[in-house]
């Protein structure tokens, strides 16, 4: 049998040539398209096809095993915390050479490693998904800095002018950042600022109004002594605001474009899934993503161990405890708790269950718990009838396609 070790880097990968246990070769490739093909023009001629096993594939190996899977070459990922107790048994070194040569060892030790499956539309879906958790997160942070900013020279005043931060009173603090830019404004130039931020409700009188009332709150403030703060602290507030405005924006673009894969390639996906909300298009895309191909979890309990929602034994001598799993999916476990929350408000499928739990836990997430483990349950089973109904009718289209 011969294994390839890969070891990857940002700009390289390191693979250790292995057949019999026994190394024939050691060579670094560049990692890029042109390293790929260098590599597979090496293992073409190979007595046997080699089995490829990449430290970690995740981002710096990604293109190498999409790549490898083209040519129809097997290959399978090797948990870096396994590889390393494997080392730690050999060497107390550590260089690439080493690694790669530990990942080639693993498929005479494990005869149960399972072939790396990637769908590479899936791969390019999963990263637009997590970047759109990723700019979620950078609009939540942006906002919290515009807040501190805007109390630093408006104090609790601000909050009269806007209960919160939307797109109309971020378009308002583009332009107006201090007391004094206020005042100085007339009420039709802040009624036009108020409409840059395409609510209806405030185009009409109503948006008049509100424009009065905030350059009435103004008039009746003594900011003088603090106008030079306030004149500085405005760019900082337009800054702010500007960026802001940015990254919504940017936000709303991915959205759109995950639910129009979702509209194009699972159109039918929401007759699966009746009776369990929160499942949106969005969220339905995160959910495949993470998941990829369902049918590489033996049950639910391995999805449920793969989304963080079950518990690891440790046991020494007479003593058994359970600990909270640390190496788990934290996207599908984030997701797990959204919907989740969506199916324990009132009116939701779990609603009467978590009534109960929380009368005998005295914390809300102990009492989500076991909610958590069925709603896996569900969606385990009702993604396998949905993978066999995609599968089914993408044979029916091949046979249509024969026939014509």
């Known amino acids: 049998m011969i294994t390839c070790g890969v070891d990857p880097s940002r700009g390289s990968f390191s693979v250790s040539f292995v057949e019999n246990m026994t190394e024939f070769e050691y060579k670094e490739y ?18 046997s096809a080699p089995t490829v096993c990449i430290e970690g594939y995740g981002d710096f190996a990604k293109q190498l095993a999409m790549y490898l899977k083209t040519e129809t070459i097997k290959v399978c990922e090797i948990n870096p915390k396994m590889s390393n107790r494997l080392k730690g048994s050999i060497t107390e070194h550590k260089t690439d050479h080493i ?18 499956t990637l769908d590479i539309r899936m791969e390019g879906l999963r990263n637009l998904c997590r970047l759109y958790t990723k700019v979620s997160k950078q609009v939540t942070k942006s906002k919290n800095q515009l807040h501190a900013a805007l109390n630093q020279n408006f104090g609790p005043v601000y909050k009269k002018f806007f209960n919160n931060l939307n797109p109309t009173s971020i378009n308002f603090y ?30 009409g009188k109503y948006g008049r109004k509100r424009a009065k009332e905030i350059k009435e709150a ?27 405005l940015i990254v919504m924006e940017q936000k709303n673009e991915i959205k759109d474009r995950i639910v129009k894969y979702v509209g194009k390639s699972f159109p039918d996906y929401k007759s699966y899934f009746e009776g369990i909300k929160g499942i949106s298009e969005l969220r339905f895309a995160q959910l495949i993503s993470e998941i990829k191909d369902i049918n590489n979890f033996r049950s ?9 929602q079950s518990p690891r034994i440790h046991q ?74 995609l599968k089914q009718e993408k044979n029916v289209k091949k046979d249509i396609l024969n026939v014509s």
Do not use: W
């Open 316 to 389: 020494s001598a007479s003593i058994s405890k359970t600990r909270t799993k640390r190496d788990y999916n934290r996207y599908l476990a984030h997701l797990i708790h959204m919907i989740t929350c969506e199916n324990i408000r009132k009116g939701g499928r779990f609603y009467d269950v978590y009534t109960q739990m929380k009368g005998k836990y005295s914390k809300k997430l102990r009492a989500m718990k076991n909610i958590k483990r069925k709603i896996v349950r569900l969606l385990y089973y009702k993604l396998k009838d949905y993978m066999t109904y």
């Open 300 to 308: 639910d309990s391995h999805l449920a161990s793969y989304s963080g």
């Open 30 to 47: 560049e990692n890029s398209p042109r390293g790929f093909e260098q590599f597979i023009k090496k293992i073409k001629p190979l007595k």
């Open 218 to 244: 103004v008039k009746r403030l003594n900011y003088h002594p603090l106008l030079e703060f306030g004149r500085m602290q405005s760019e900082v507030i337009k800054s702010y605001a500007k960026m802001l």
């Open 174 to 203: 583009v332009q107006y950042g201090s007391y004094e830019e206020i005042e100085e404004a007339s009420v039709a130039d802040i009624h036009k600022a108020l409409k840059k931020g395409d609510s209806c409700i405030y185009k």
């Open 99 to 116: 690694d790669a040569f530990t990942c080639s060892l693993f498929p005479y030790f494990r005869d149960d490693l399972k072939e790396l």
